[in-house]
């Protein structure tokens, strides 16, 4: 949720910047008459974004490797949105207004037209990138959370920019866009990292075992990135606390303004202050818990099963939930761990407790999601039995009477393909 805040702040104050300088200058240079084009180019662009985002969310892009290409893309656009505003912040207002100038000299159809088409592809070029962004966000967070951030964070950006254009908002643009540009580079390495390892975990690209355990935890723990970003923001309001100086004595000002400087002053590096602090202590308390949860992620009990003749039978007495349920055979002097469960479908599947590419370190189930203990990729319940990236290796069975059966020799074949 976070990341889709910071993403939707970014974006939309940079989208309301645009919108204010043009009515602004519009104001300013008698040409009110033009206000409704600008509107108009905001409504559209907003519109765009809106259907471009439900165009995606059709496109039902599931595939591991195409996600992690979608989380790249996503992250050389963000690198790119930090790069461009960085570069033009300090002529953007110029060139808005000579832009802006330049169309509102046509005659009055044309110069609506220029104004409102001027705006319409500022403001979407905004909405483009922070749909884009946020879909990427979203393979690797709850949905809901990223709408819920999302619509906070567009809300304040129109605060801001409400605030900021009355005069009512004193705040340091340069200070501002310092400040998110190095909380989204957290963001920005978030997504590449993650998409990174969807590619790996759908063998597009090399992978190992040990870059599963040590990368996917990071990226499928989203915890790990609200504690990072928590984090930046600590260190940027701590840098900003540490470089304020005191407002210099100035012999025009009477005594009572310059109480009330150094007051405000007090009160800003408080409030920064606290800030801190706070971010720190939500740091430690995740983190804490983290290590806590790592720390409890112990491999499930598995009931030891003795062989009848060449197979081993699970009664049906014990699939009576959704669950998994694990169990281990002696098979030519080694101990093979798996498990069965019964499906949602009413479908009995049976797999090895490992994968391919992590190896025989096992699973957990939280709720209908099978989740690996090495990396942390989540499988649904119903896709037991399938084969691939890190599901887990799908072992041959068959209902027998009031039993699930499963011979030794697949469980023999299924081991030989776990990578050590």
């Known amino acids: ?75 050389a656009l963000v690198v790119s949105m930090i790069v461009w505003m960085n570069r033009v912040a300090r002529r953007l207002k110029k060139e808005i207004e000579e832009r802006v100038e330049a169309y509102a000299q046509r005659t009055s159809r044309g110069a609506a037209w220029g104004v409102g088409f001027f705006v319409f592809l500022m403001v979407l070029r905004e909405g483009a990138e922070m749909v884009l962004i946020l879909r990427a966000v979203e393979f690797s967070s709850a949905g809901v959370q990223v709408w819920i951030g999302t619509a906070l964070g567009i809300a304040i950006a129109i605060g801001v920019g409400l ?3 009355q005069g009512t908002l004193r705040i340091p643009l340069h200070r501002f866009f310092a400040a998110t ?20 975990e759908a063998e597009w690209i090399w992978h190992s075992k040990a870059e599963m355990a040590y990368v996917g935890p990071i990226v499928r723990n989203e915890v790990f990135f609200f504690v990072v970003i928590l984090g930046a923001a600590a ?20 005594s009572a303004e310059r109480r009330k400087r150094e007051w405000e002053f007090r009160r800003q ?42 197979q081993v039978r699970v009664p049906l007495a ?23 469960i019964h499906k949602t479908n009413g479908e009995y599947a049976a797999a090895l407790d490992a994968c391919q590419i992590c190896g025989d370190v096992g699973y957990r189930q939280e709720g209908q ?7 942390g990729a989540v499988m649904n319940a119903p896709s037991i039995g399938m084969s691939g990236g890190c599901n887990p290796i799908p072992l041959q069975s068959r209902v027998e009477g009031t039993d699930v059966v499963v011979n030794l020799s697949a469980l023999t074949k299924a081991s030989s393909t776990i990578e050590h």
Do not use: K
């Not at 969310?57 to 595939?63: A, Q, T």
């Not at 540009?181 to 790996?200: D, K, N, P, R, Y």
């Open 1 to 75: 949720m976070l990341s889709a805040l910071l993403v939707a702040l970014r974006e939309g104050v940079e989208a309301a910047l645009v919108v204010g300088i043009v009515l602004v200058y519009l104001n300013r240079t008698g040409r009110r008459a033009l206000t409704a084009a600008v509107w108009t180019g905001v409504a559209l662009a907003a519109a765009a974004s809106i259907a471009a985002a439900l165009l995606l969310d059709r496109l039902h892009v599931s595939e591991d490797g195409f996600e992690g290409v979608v989380m790249l893309v996503a992250a």
């Open 163 to 165: 605030f900021f254009f």
């Open 181 to 200: 540009s190095a909380i989204l580079m957290v963001v920005a390495f978030q997504l590449t990292l993650t998409g990174l390892h969807e590619m790996s």
């Open 235 to 254: 260190v940027v309001v701590l840098r900003e606390w540490f470089g304020s100086r005191a407002p210099a004595a100035d012999a025009n000002v009477n």
């Open 269 to 310: 590096r408080r409030w920064s202050l606290a800030a801190a602090v706070l971010c720190a202590l939500v740091v430690l308390s995740f983190a804490a818990e983290y290590v806590y949860a790592r720390a409890m992620n112990a491999p499930a009990q598995a009931r030891a099963l003795a062989a009848n003749g060449s």
């Open 318 to 340: 014990e699939l009576t939930d959704a669950s998994l349920h694990f169990y281990s055979a002696e098979v030519d002097s080694a101990t093979i761990r798996f498990f069965v």
């Open 369 to 375: 999601n099978i989740i690996c203990r090495n990396c």
